[in-house]
């Protein structure tokens, strides 16, 4: 396990099933779309994005959906050749919906709907005759348990509550699991937050009664001082050699205090034991984060084929397009603080980055953004203005708007925000997050390589622990007027 989270920037409440051709791995995707990102390993190391669940906005209806509901929580299951995918579409959306699919890349069904599941985070399980369970939260009370017709997505009886936890705050992510004689009720408790931990109960039967764990928690960072904290919302798979291994949410902060977290939840992998009938995990420890250096070159009719790329609230190719002379992006009006702007986003990956986009705005106006949310993102805007292009640094903290200005001479315009680790010396900021730099250059104007300098920010109010998201930095260009062709783009990263 040297590459620790095995996926990096936001990939939260991961859910895992292993496959005659490997491992497939699912996580929220809240309001970005295409949704339900698929992943698959051979070796529960190197991991490939595949597909997603969510190709359309019909599928979970999310255009309305405030921040921060959405896509929350799936379980991936594999039955007799078909892939199933249960998740909740919460604070709007469809509810409760389950999808399947021959092949997890896709493409998967339109969903059917679970009315009976009125809560989140739900599981699907099956008893020796076939009878599936759907197991979910419903906070504050117990995790509840109903069995469902699969087919119809009736209910078969009416919601019960199956186990009330460990005595942590808010027990949720329940995922159920037939061992031998017992069946596992995993959870998540504590909250996500600093708190989060994993715990496990056991029963002869799928339907309880469940007796908890004597060791509860199961694992949990919470007042440690491990490098990877907030360890919860877990899911097991078994391996073909016979171990075990649990998949899970983590954050890894930065600095000497330890307190912000850059890149929100991300996926950790760590090992189990099973002593005397009882699962025993290892805390996961942060490996090396594989860099990237990658290079997008549009102005020669390529689009947008990296199965990265994501929208808010709906997908990339509603708004954009490919040219012979760039990626064509159509401005409506929107700003990054709309509900759905016109962004074209990856999730950060590394806790040190540099991207930069080179632009025409000859015919509109755009730039570049890292956002959290609506009301949380910073980045640049470029607007021609009579013989220059206007650029605009701008940082949005929770209805707090500050702008820097400049100019660069007109034609194509280099944008740029550098993110690195915050400084190991507190005398020199360390209790604060990681450092932001937004810069410009006019595209083949002299000056520095790296750009003008526009502002350096503070990263701690762009992290998990401060926007309160629930997702983590997704970087990409956007357009707010007329018609912005994006030339080139590059994103660098390393840890």
């Not at 997050?433 to 006019?442: A, C, E, K, T």
Request: proline share 8%.
């Amino acid at each position: 396990m040297n590459s620790n989270p095995i996926l990096s920037g936001f990939n939260p409440d991961p859910s895992i099933v292993r496959a005659p051709d490997g491992f497939y791995l699912v996580t929220s995707s809240f309001e970005y779309l295409p949704g339900l990102p698929v992943y698959h390993s051979e070796d529960l190391e190197r991991w490939e994005l595949v597909g997603h669940v969510a190709a359309r906005e019909e599928q979970v209806r999310i255009a309305q959906v405030p921040t921060p509901g959405g896509v929350w929580a799936p379980t991936l299951r594999y039955r007799d050749g078909v892939f199933y995918l249960v998740v909740s579409v919460f604070l709007g959306g469809r509810g409760c919906v389950l999808f399947t699919a021959a092949d997890p890349a896709g493409p998967w069904s339109d969903g059917t709907v679970i009315g009976a599941v009125d809560g989140i985070d739900p599981d699907l399980a099956w008893d020796d005759d076939g009878t599936a369970f759907v197991t979910f939260a419903r906070h504050p009370d117990a995790i509840q348990q109903v069995r469902v017709d699969l087919a119809t997505g009736e209910a078969l009886e009416k919601p019960r509550p199956l186990w009330s936890g460990s005595g942590l705050y808010s027990p949720e992510g329940p995922h159920l699991y037939r061992r031998g004689d017992w069946w596992y009720l995993l959870a998540a408790e504590g909250g996500t937050d600093r708190g989060h931990a994993v715990t496990v109960a056991r029963s002869r039967r799928p339907d309880g009664p469940f007796e908890s764990a004597p060791h509860n928690p199961l694992l949990t960072a919470a007042g440690t001082g491990s490098p990877v904290q907030n360890t919860g919302h877990a899911d097991l798979v078994e391996l073909p050699d016979g171990g075990t291994a649990m998949v899970l949410l983590g954050v890894r902060p930065v600095g000497l205090a330890k307190s912000f977290s850059p890149l929100g939840r991300e996926t950790f992998l760590t090992t189990v034991d099973w002593i005397d009938d009882w699962p025993h995990a290892r805390m996961p420890q942060p490996g090396v984060t594989p860099p990237e250096q990658l290079e997008y070159d549009f102005s020669n009719g390529a689009g947008l084929e990296d199965p990265r790329w994501i929208g808010v609230r709906r997908t990339p190719a509603e708004f954009s397009a490919p040219t012979s002379k760039g990626l064509l992006l159509r401005g409506e009006g929107s700003t990054m603080g709309s509900p759905r702007p016109c962004f074209v986003a990856q999730r950060q990956r590394h806790l040190a980055m540099e991207f930069r986009a080179v632009l025409d705005v000859g015919s509109g106006a755009g730039g570049i953004a890292v956002r959290n949310a609506e009301d949380n993102w910073f980045g640049i805007e470029a607007r021609q203005g009579g013989d220059t292009v206007r650029i605009t640094a701008r940082a949005v903290v929770a209805g707090f708007d500050r702008t820097w200005e400049a100019t660069v001479p007109p034609g194509d315009v280099e944008l740029a925000i550098e993110a690195s680790p915050p400084p190991s010396d507190f005398r020199a900021g360390a209790v604060g997050g990681d450092r932001i730099r937004l810069l410009v250059r006019g595209a083949g104007a002299g000056g520095s390589a790296e750009g003008e300098l526009l502002t350096e920010l503070d990263g701690r109010h762009w992290a998990f622990e401060t926007a309160k998201a629930f997702t983590g930095r997704a970087f990409g260009v956007f357009a707010v007027d007329g018609e912005v062709l994006v030339r080139r783009l590059s994103y660098r990263g390393g840890d």
